[in-house]
């Protein structure tokens, strides 16, 4: 009878466990995104989704890079800059596309930063093929800055509200399910107490 009762106390005692440990899990989760993305969603100065058409779409130059080739060893290489030039059609405005945040903070000139390789022909072509593909489109979503002072404008956005949403659900959903387990841990410990009392009144 003892054990039975220190095995359901320890039963219950893990299960307490399981439940805070989802919910400080949810709440560093939510700190980390709190500094991350969804500070970089709420300083975004591109919100304003438009429609644009691609005016040109050239490689400019070549811009120095480095890439690892081991441990504690860099050697350099070069990347194709691709400078893509759109209109904005609801405003008529003409302003440089970068692919993204990360693109635009990286080297505003050019609008995608492939990944630094020994062989530059290989980022060259890929870097064509966007060029390519960007002219035949024509018509490309974008983000525009609603109070026209920035003169570039993004094709996607990295921390747009549907990618903060994303990464919310599942701290959330550990949230709510840590809360239930410790409340229906607490639930099932007081129905217990409150049966052990109403049955020693009977008595």
């Not at 050239?58 to 504690?72: K, L, M, P, Q």
């Not at 022909?121 to 609603?146: F, M, N, W």
Request: proline letters at 3%; aromatic letters at 8%; glycine letters at 4%.
């Amino acid at each position: 009878m003892y054990l039975t009762i220190r095995t359901i106390y320890q039963k219950i005692r893990e299960a307490v466990l399981l439940g805070l440990s989802m919910v400080l899990f949810s709440a560093v989760t939510y700190f980390i995104l709190g500094i991350t993305m969804v500070r970089a969603y709420r300083d975004s100065v591109w919100t304003e989704e438009s429609s644009c058409t691609v005016l040109n779409s050239s490689i400019i130059a070549e811009i120095n890079c480095s890439y690892s080739c081991g441990a504690e060893c860099r050697r350099s290489s070069r990347y194709p800059c691709l400078q893509v030039f759109i209109s904005v059609n609801s405003s008529g405005r003409v302003l440089q596309l970068s692919h993204n945040e990360e693109a635009q903070e990286a080297n505003p000139e050019c609008f995608y930063i492939p990944k630094c390789r020994k062989e530059y022909s290989v980022s060259h072509a890929l870097v064509t093929d966007i060029s390519e593909r960007l002219k035949a489109y024509g018509q490309v979503p974008c983000y525009c800055d609603p109070t026209g002072q920035q003169d570039s404008a993004l094709l996607t956005r990295l921390y747009g509200r549907r990618a903060v949403l994303s990464s919310l659900l599942w701290p959330t959903c550990t949230l709510v399910m840590g809360t239930l387990i410790v409340a229906m841990v607490k639930l099932t410990q007081y129905l217990s107490i409150l049966c052990e009392q109403i049955s020693r009144i009977k008595r």
